[in-house]
């Protein structure tokens, strides 16, 4: 493999571009996809998970990658475009092995998984070779909080499933990503890490990203996450997208959030709520931008460049008259 450095971090390789031969963008990178074996045999790379344009993920085989750089990924140009599908014997480094609690075997020290490594072979596959951890009890590393790479078989436990594994890890992965996009990672992650993720989402995050998902994970999300919690989060949703959500919801359900939300933010999805779905009221904001008739352009497009505003509602701007 041409371009290859010896050694790849794979969580560094999370939204990275990916081209074909003559220089044009397919898509970028969401996750490695590894085959685990058994002890002591290092994991191998099977592939690359690729977000191309349409928003849908495909796999991309390890050995069609020519060139790994750290802000670019370049294949032989062959690529497969049917959706990407994990199959029982496969495991996702990103989604998966991150933030995982695992154990030095000689000590029993338990340590979290920060990020994992490949190394090329002689026979040109790429092997899993490393493991970044930082401390979490015991006397592992030095002090809580420090960083170490070890061998891939100087830790065990990535088989075993993990219940309330974190995803900080995962999270810090995929930061700069816009809600969208980190929406159609979290749909396609297994039920328990989707859940994993929500709780340790901040609230305005999680909020954004909900907007972004289907129906059936927005209802799901928000019975996990406590109703507490879930009220929170739908005071930082947009009222339009709150109502539909809670629209969902049984009468029972829905009349506890709302009164756990603040009075003001709960009293406009309150009126939203009705409204008929199909509606002009039901489709409808109670929070539209508007400005003046004698406000400029620059003026107006500060209004929706605001990083706090819901593209959808950046779309359109109102010009409300003055009253004589």
């Known amino acids: ?121 002689r026979t040109r596959d790429w092997l899993v070779t490393k493991v970044a951890v930082r401390r979490t009890t015991g006397r592992g590393l030095r002090k809580r909080g420090e960083s170490r790479i070890v061998d891939w078989d100087a830790v065990e436990g990535f088989s075993a499933v993990e219940l309330g594994q974190g995803a900080a890890g995962l999270i810090a992965a995929f930061e700069r990503m816009k809600p969208a996009d980190l929406a159609n990672i979290v749909h396609e992650l297994p039920e328990k890490r989707r859940t994993e993720v929500a709780v340790a989402l901040d609230d305005e995050r999680l909020a954004d990203v909900l907007e972004e998902l289907p129906e059936d994970d927005q209802i799901e999300i928000l019975g996990k996450l406590g109703v507490d919690r879930a009220a929170d989060v739908l005071e930082a949703m947009g009222p339009d997208d709150a109502a539909d959500l809670l629209g969902e919801l049984p009468t029972e359900q829905r009349e506890q959030l709302l ?3 603040e009075p003001r933010d709960a009293a406009p999805v309150r009126r939203l709520l009705t409204y008929p779905d199909h509606s002009a009221g039901g489709l409808m904001t109670t929070d539209p931008v508007i400005v003046p008739p004698d406000a400029t352009v620059a003026e107006a497009l500060a209004l929706i460049r605001r990083p706090d505003l819901n593209p959808a509602l950046a779309a359109q701007v109102y010009v409300r008259g003055r009253r004589r």
């Open 1 to 121: 493999m041409s371009g290859a450095p010896s050694r790849v971090f794979l969580a560094r390789l999370a939204g990275v571009a990916v081209f074909d031969p003559v220089g044009d963008q397919v898509g970028r990178i969401r996750d490695v996809v590894v085959a685990l074996r058994l002890a002591p045999r290092a994991p191998r790379v099977l592939g690359l998970v690729v977000e191309v344009a349409s928003r849908h993920t495909v796999f991309l085989p390890i050995t069609r990658v020519t060139v790994i750089e750290a802000d670019a990924v370049v294949f032989d140009g062959r690529l497969n475009v049917r959706r990407f599908q994990k199959r029982e014997s496969e495991t996702l480094v990103i989604a998966e092995l991150l933030d995982r609690t695992v154990r030095f075997r000689d000590s029993g020290d338990a340590v979290s998984v920060v990020d994992v490594a490949m190394e090329p072979t």
């Open 259 to 261: 009164t756990l939300m």
